[in-house]
């Protein structure tokens, strides 16, 4: 994971602010260290942190196609909540991305 979940009271925008810097310390020790690496990023909000750090390994020539969101976490907390709200077993719940 790259980043922390949101705490009550955070805007978007805060979040955002947090979880890029965490990421982009990450995806540069990458780029440096490791370069031919596939990155898979898990943080929100994956839309905007993902292409953030992809704009960052363009910047050092390194293929921007090599960095992924994960948003499987998301579809996890989704269907835990779906099961807590409906009571319907976890294994019949499914949440497309």
Do not use: Q
């Not at 980043?3 to 310390?25: E, H, Q, W």
């Not at 490791?34 to 953030?52: D, F």
């Not at 704009?55 to 992924?68: A, F, G, T, V, W």
């Amino acid at each position: 994971p790259a980043g922390m979940p949101r705490k009550p009271g955070m805007t978007r925008a805060d979040l955002l602010g947090v979880n890029a810097g965490i990421a982009k310390n990450i995806v540069e020790a990458c780029a440096k260290y490791c370069p031919n690496a596939i990155l898979g990023l898990i943080v929100n909000p994956v839309n905007s942190v993902v292409p953030a750090m992809c704009e960052l390994y363009k910047k050092s020539n390194l293929d921007p196609r090599k960095i992924c969101g994960v948003t499987s976490l998301d579809i996890v907390r989704a269907r835990k909540f779906i099961h807590e709200a409906t009571g319907a077993p976890m294994e019949t719940i499914d949440v497309p991305v």
